[in-house]
């Protein structure tokens, strides 16, 4: 693993359709956007950030994740997941991430990702 510096940030951005809405996974009726999706969008915007300093062999995985999901987002406007790294603890890395559509905070909170060998970890799982 290559350091991480703090401050880093990153930014995904996203403009979500009716098979990310709450509707779509079992919540019938409630047309916005739903929770895991918001969730996947600050995950990936924090993944990326970290990735060029994972070295060959090397993935990262979530390992914290401690968010308000203070608003709704309606599909098809676009939705920006930003994550910027406050703490790195030897491999794990500490973000402050926050998900608008437009002005409005959707989300906001903090996020923890690891980088880890991927054969450990496929072999730690595989032994159950």
Do not use: W
Request: proline share 5%; hydrophobic share 45%; with cysteine.
């Amino acid at each position: 693993m290559k350091p991480v510096p703090l401050d880093l940030v990153n930014r995904y951005e996203i403009t979500p359709d009716t098979s990310h809405t709450a509707a779509a996974v079992g919540n019938v009726g409630v047309e916005v956007v739903g929770t895991p999706f918001l969730v996947g969008y600050f995950e990936i915007a924090a993944h990326q950030a970290i990735l060029p300093f994972c070295e060959p062999g090397e993935v990262t995985v979530g390992t914290r994740i401690e968010v308000d999901h203070l608003a709704a987002a309606l599909p098809g406007r676009k939705v920006t997941a930003d994550a910027k790294v406050v703490a790195v603890e030897g491999r794990h890395i500490l973000f402050e991430v926050e998900v608008r559509q437009g002005d409005r905070v959707l989300m906001k909170g903090r996020h923890g990702r690891a980088i880890v060998r991927l054969d450990r970890l496929l072999a730690r799982a595989a032994a159950g």
